[in-house]
């Protein structure tokens, strides 16, 4: 039976995986200097051994500082478990929660818990914790990463998962002027054998799935083109498309996938490229204005996209 | 580092991505992880090979151990098939479940789980549970709510349903076994064979002792005439089918043929 907790060494583990005994000393060290808290490995066998990097400095029970930091390292693990279940549950998380359920009686070092649980939830989890409300302290969990939206586990290596569907779409929309008819959405998903109305093995049925699944998880916006008569409809780049994933990702993939370079594709990789240099410049502080230095075709291509952001 | 085997995991973005994914599903079984991991290659790192999923996952634990959470691996108790779930192992409480439910929820758990954990069977009948709806602690909870709180418990993978009748989900066993043995280590039923905690499984009529299904179906493999471990005397029980992951495999190969047979070209 292959055993994957590491606190057991050599010999039978039972098969539930029951576990041992909890670890008494910390790895993680919660040092005033600005290093993560990245844990160290441990050999399987030893009982902990010392911290031998940074600034880490093992466990003297007697010493109250080392205390303060056991405690403050122990409501950082607790913090990112909660925040672990918050993602799942797709809530916003408000700091009054944070530290109502968490935090507690450390309040008083609530920004430094939670800026090395933010780092944590980065460098380990791949996720952002992002400011969504600054008046009420509201944040909501987003991937770093491209798009995961999920549900691939049906497939098998030959086809793509529900992940891929939604980049092909994004990537027509944003090579059709970052709107695209539903029509032609359809024609591009019927070259992968994708038909609505038709249940699909593994996408079910697509036309629920790009009309109402995506949009309610606001990838997608699915409306209606003004003054069209008989009403006819579009699909946009919904909001969490763009906070999770942006015109070069797409591009890129595509590229990846026809075996090419984004460079080949010169309309479109310029437009990604201001894309890319406004989203630098919203990140950076405020001030100076919009000063993307169009270059004579990218103009072009930012009178074709539609304020959309 | 010292002479360790292993040296500190590394998080790249195929393990992040393993991770939020494992995260979103709380609990998968060994063939679908394998997917997953594939999945996660193939996304972030596609010319890499794919890492032997017991080191992927060793790799994994080292980074999130010092946060006292775990991947773990177990077994499903009626059917031995191999699943894994992302733990918190510093467990002072359901904790996991304590972000997800009210307080009434969650006792409303605790109180299906002490049932479980005293009945014989390792079953607790809806009756019962609902039955205890008046001595649960917070806001005042209706049996018809209760009802539905339950449905949420198997849609979660926390307790399963079979016939009107509730266990714990493999998920809920991985997650809590500690806090279980814990806090009930009189009522608690423990595996003769693997020391495991036992929620299901079978006991010798004579001497008591219990086993879970796999267990048994492991230990009496190909025998005749299988007899108590402990007291030497016949086991009264039709012995269960033990998982084969090479049948399974079988099965998947014959699946994915049909299922290639739809090109999908980009």
């Keep these: 039976v292959s055993h994957l907790c590491q606190s057991h060494p050599g010999g039978e583990v039972p098969a539930t995986g029951a576990l041992g005994p909890l670890p008494s000393s910390k790895i993680v060290c919660f040092s005033p200097t600005a290093a993560p808290a990245m844990p160290r490995s441990q050999s399987a066998e030893s009982s902990r051994r010392e911290e031998e990097e940074g600034a880490c400095i093992s466990q003297d029970p007697a010493d109250p500082e080392s205390l303060l930091r056991e405690e403050l390292n122990k409501k950082m693990a607790e913090l990112v478990q909660f925040l672990t279940v918050k993602y799942v549950t797709k809530e916003p998380i408000t700091e009054a929660e944070m530290l109502t359920n968490v935090i507690k009686e450390h309040k008083d070092h609530f920004p430094l818990i939670f800026s090395k649980v933010s780092e944590c939830m980065e460098i380990v989890f791949g996720i952002e914790v992002k400011e969504v409300d600054p008046s009420s302290h509201s944040y909501v969990l987003v991937r770093t990463l491209d798009l995961t939206y999920d549900g691939m586990l049906r497939d098998d290596d030959q086809s793509m998962p529900k992940t891929g569907l939604l980049i092909f779409i994004l990537g027509v929309i944003f090579m059709e002027g970052n709107r695209a008819s539903e029509e032609k959405v359809w024609e591009v998903l019927s070259m992968m054998g994708v038909y609505a109305g038709r249940e699909d093995f593994i996408y079910g049925e697509p036309r629920k799935l790009i009309t109402e699944d995506l949009v309610k998880e606001q990838y997608l916006v699915y409306q209606e083109v003004p003054d069209s008569d008989p009403p006819r409809y579009e699909f946009l780049w919904g909001p969490r498309a763009y906070a999770e994933t942006s015109k070069m990702k797409v591009l890129k993939f595509f590229a990846k996938i026809s075996g090419t370079d984004p460079t080949s594709l010169p309309f479109w990789y310029e437009e990604a490229l201001q894309d890319e240099k406004e989203r630098g410049q919203a990140g950076a502080a405020a001030g100076d204005g919009a000063t993307s230095t169009a270059s004579g075709s990218s103009s072009v291509t930012s009178a074709a996209s539609p304020a959309l952001k | ?266």
């Design chain 2, 1 to 266: 580092m010292q002479g360790s085997t292993r040296r500190a995991g590394v998080m790249t973005d195929v393990h992040r991505r393993f991770l939020q994914l494992l995260m979103t599903h709380g609990v998968l079984e060994e063939c679908d992880i394998k997917r997953l991991q594939r999945h996660c290659y193939k996304v972030h790192d596609r010319n890499a090979p794919v890492e032997k999923l017991e080191d992927f996952i060793n790799n994994i634990n080292s980074v999130l151990e010092s946060l006292y959470i775990e991947i773990k691996k177990g077994v499903t108790e009626d059917d031995g098939r191999p699943i894994y779930a992302l733990v918190n192992l510093a467990t002072t409480s359901v904790s996991k479940m304590a972000s997800d439910f009210a307080e009434n929820e969650l006792d409303l758990f605790r109180k299906a789980l002490e049932l479980i954990i005293d009945s014989e069977s390792g079953f607790a009948s809806s009756t019962n549970i609902l039955n205890l709806v008046d001595q649960l602690k917070g806001k005042k909870m209706r049996k018809k709510e209760a009802e539905q709180v339950l449905q949420k418990f198997v849609q979660n993978k926390w307790l399963i349903e079979k016939e009107g009748e509730f266990t714990l989900h493999g998920r809920a066993i991985l997650e809590m076994e500690q806090y279980i043995r814990e806090v009930y280590p009189d009522a608690v039923k423990v595996c003769n064979i693997c020391h495991g905690l036992l929620i299901q499984g079978q006991s010798c009529e004579t001497c008591g002792i219990r086993m879970h299904l796999p267990c048994v179906a492991k230990y009496f493999q190909s025998n005749a005439e299988p007899r108590c471990p402990h007291c030497n005397d016949y086991w009264p029980h039709e012995i269960p089918e033990v998982f084969d992951p090479e049948k399974e495999r079988e099965a998947g190969v014959s699946k994915s043929n049909r299922r290639s047979s739809r090109s999908r070209q980009h």
